[in-house]
């Protein structure tokens, strides 16, 4: 289990005072310092005693245990982002009424992701679905210099065998993560297994930026490209994953003897399909790391949180703790949801729907958005998690209109290039805090940065073919429909 207590004091300190929310009230701030520093005093010398504790109690625990005690750089790294302020949006929306965002985009990986990838990939190799890690926690390896090109497309047969060749020359454990993903959580795995040693196959639509098939291929995952289909045709990429994961294991007798492939290494072949949408570690993830660690930067002073869905892990499990802990009952946990997609309809009326379901001509055959990573056309157990216990409240419907003229107010205004997901979420924040009493505090997420957007959410050729008004055209620069609408009440 994640526990918030375990990050640096001082850093966390560091963290809070630089965003610290206006309704973490002091008396004055001499008062502020001195409270401060009593409280990093008795929790280092707290944590100093507990740390010796610990280590007596876990000198015979499991190997996870003693991995956790030995994160790499990139994994201590992950978390404790901050939570800020957007101080123009917040003086528009008026009487005290504040939207914050919190900056999961300042993990290593530029995601919330990361999150949830190190959780899932742990209790795969906890529960012996991957091999244990390099380094002190498990067998050093060798890694097998390969200079092979990048999976081709082509016969699907020939296409899965070719990626799996390319993963398992690159593992240094045996031990193979594939996964189905849109990209970000791809990058995260990719960047976890580089670290402990595993390889990554990652299976993507062909419809995502150019530009995270570049960051996957430099991270040394292999990058399965298959064409875009809804999650019942048995070629969708999240189904082909299952599938890759599936003919590693039936084979991997055969594949450890081939002479080629092992290379003179003695190596046992592993492949987890990480199932990020079913996976419930996801789910826990959010409830138990970063849901508290966002209850602990705000004070407790949340009055809505507003947030798309990709998996739903994210929406459920924070959602579920600032339900199960605020002083505040009526706490809201609001859906935003771009066009086409189904999550709108089921948290609106009980029926996972949209009516772009029924049309032939579906651009991206899932939902009609421009959009990467959020929204679909069915509920899993991850979403499931927030909308059967009744954690999620309410939905908004958010076009893509909307987000390319927030995201453009947002650099112009607030200084933050932010991607297509994060730039709906904003929306929906602006949405919900608008209609809130006085004095109120929207809480959204920031998933990721614009970088990984340039070639379609911040193209303008791209957008503009796509039947959107690219809102630096002209003189008049567009004002997001959600802000035009408070200089309207």
């Not at 398992?168 to 795995?189: F, H, N, P």
């Not at 070629?235 to 599936?246: D, H, S």
């Amino acid at each position: 289990m994640y526990a918030y207590a375990h990050a640096p004091i001082l850093a966390t300190t560091s963290r809070l005072r630089s965003s610290m929310p206006p309704f973490s009230h002091v008396t004055s701030n001499v008062a502020s310092l001195l409270v401060v520093a009593g409280a990093v005093s008795s929790c280092v010398a707290v944590i100093f005693a507990s740390g010796r504790k610990r280590g007596r109690e876990n000198s015979a625990q499991t190997s996870r245990r003693s991995c956790s005690d030995d994160k790499s750089t990139y994994e201590s790294l992950i978390g404790r982002t901050p939570l800020i302020k957007l101080t123009k949006l917040s003086a528009l929306l008026g009487d005290g009424r504040s939207v914050y965002v919190k900056m999961e985009c300042m993990n290593p990986g530029g995601t919330g992701k990361d999150r949830a990838a190190l959780r899932m990939i742990q209790d795969a190799e906890e529960c012996g679905a991957l091999p244990p890690p390099l380094g002190p926690c498990g067998p050093c390896g060798v890694a097998r210099t390969n200079d092979s090109a990048e999976a081709p497309t082509g016969d699907e047969s020939n296409h899965m065998d070719e990626s799996i060749r390319l993963a398992i020359s690159r593992s240094r454990t045996g031990g193979i993560v594939v996964e189905g993903t849109s990209g970000s959580t791809g990058i995260s795995l990719a960047s976890l297994c580089a670290v402990r040693g595993h390889s990554a196959i990652v299976v993507m639509p062909d419809d995502q930026a150019k530009e995270k098939q570049t960051m996957l291929k430099c991270l040394g995952a292999v990058v399965h490209i298959v064409p875009n289909a809804a999650i019942s045709n048995p070629n969708q990429y999240v189904n082909v994953a299952r599938r890759i994961a599936n003919r590693i294991n039936d084979r991997s007798d055969e594949l450890e003897q081939h002479e080629e492939l092992a290379a003179g290494r003695c190596i046992n072949i592993k492949a987890t399909f990480i199932n990020q949408f079913e996976n419930l570690s996801n789910y826990s993830t959010h409830l138990e790391w970063t849901g508290p660690e966002l209850w602990s930067q705000a004070g407790g002073n949340i009055d809505a949180f507003v947030m798309s869905s990709g998996t739903g892990g994210t929406i459920s499990g924070v959602g579920r703790y600032l339900k199960s802990h605020s002083c505040n009952p009526y706490c809201k946990v609001v859906l935003v949801d771009p066009p086409g997609s189904a999550l709108h309809s089921k948290i609106k009326y009980g029926v996972a729907y949209a009516s772009q379901q029924s049309e032939r001509t579906l651009r991206r055959h899932r939902y009609d958005t421009l959009a990467e990573g959020i929204g679909l056309d069915r509920v899993t157990a991850n979403f499931a998690m927030g909308c059967d216990a009744a954690v999620i409240d309410d939905s908004i419907r958010v076009s893509d209109q909307e987000a390319v003229d927030m995201a453009h107010w947002l650099l112009r205004e607030e200084g933050l290039f932010v991607g297509s997901s994060s730039a709906m979420n904003v929306v929906g924040a602006v949405r919900v805090a608008a209609n809130l009493p006085p004095n109120s505090n929207a809480v959204t997420i920031i998933c990721d940065g614009g970088q990984r957007h340039v070639s379609r959410f911040w193209n303008r050729d791209f957008v503009v073919d796509w039947g959107l008004q690219w809102p630096e055209d002209g003189s008049d620069k567009s004002v997001p429909s959600s802000i035009a609408e408070l200089f309207r009440t």
